[in-house]
T-cell receptor, first 115, second 113 residues
Framework: DTEVTQTPKHLVMGMTNKKSLKCEQH?????MYWYKQKAKKPPELMFV???????INESVPSRFSPECPNSSLLNLHLHALQPEDSALYLC??????????????FGDGTRLSIL | GESVGLHLPTLSVQEGDNSIINCAYS??????FIWYKQESGKGPQFIID?????DKRQGQRVTVLLNKTVKHLSLQIAATQPGDSAVYFC????????????FGAGTRLFVKA
């Protein structure tokens, strides 16, 4: 079992819906990440939070809105998505400190389908 | 395009043989490299990492080699087992206001029994 928990595992939504993806970790990690992964492709970084503050936004469209309510939780709010946004969305966390070169711990993702 | 990539998209090995998965990178400023394993329906799982001040690191049945001269990274798996079948990604940490991680294209490893 992974130490990073993502819910839901699967989500089907229409283009006009609003939904949220949730991620939780209790390893005390202070860096958290959202990735998008299309089939047969590597994960692509979307957002990085460090100490609950957004530190990297990889020019992600505003229909994706991240939120970090506390050090254990990371949300990704979805609104007016397009069919091409269908993908596996992965959450990850890592230790953060003076040495930011730490491996990331991934959840098993939310499989998102946009109708 | 991305500078972290792999030489072979698929690799098929016989159970018990050693596997070698290769990766090239182009950013000489990168100072941290990671190998992840992703099984079907799962998220990537950390295997082993190496910092740029090292050229070799060993784990349990796995060894990572780093050649900074030619910007090449490899993962060696000893005595490959059916459970090693997965997609393997190399990843590179670049300093970009927070250590952004870039993943390579991935290699699918098939282990034949």
């Amino acid at each position: 079992d992974t130490e990073v928990t993502q819910t839901p595992k699967h989500l089907v939504m229409g283009m006009t819906n609003k939904k949220s993806l949730k991620c939780e970790q209790h390893m005390g990690h202070r860096a958290m990440y959202w990735y998008k992964q299309k089939a047969k492709k590597p994960p692509e970084l979307m957002f990085v939070y460090s100490y609950e503050k957004l530190s990297i936004n990889e020019s992600v469209p505003s229909r994706f809105s991240p939120e970090c309510p506390n050090s254990s939780l990371l949300n990704l709010h979805l609104h007016a998505l397009q069919p091409e946004d269908s993908a596996l969305y992965l959450c990850a966390s890592s230790q953060e400190g003076r040495d930011s070169n730490q491996p990331q711990h991934f959840g098993d993702g939310t499989r998102l389908s946009i109708l | 395009g991305e500078s972290v990539g792999l030489h072979l998209p698929t690799l098929s090995v016989q159970e018990g043989d050693n596997s070698i998965i290769n990766c090239a990178y182009s950013n000489s400023a990168s100072d941290y490299f990671i190998w992840y394993k992703q099984e079907s329906g799962k998220g990537p799982q950390f295997i082993i990492d190496i910092r740029s001040n090292m050229d070799k690191r060993q784990g349990q049945r796995v060894t990572v080699l780093l050649n900074k001269t030619v910007k090449h990274l490899s993962l060696q798996i000893a005595a490959t087992q059916p459970g090693d079948s997965a997609v393997y990604f190399c990843a590179e940490n670049r300093k970009n206001g927070g250590f952004k991680t870039i993943f390579g294209a991935g290699t699918r490893l098939f282990v034949k029994a």
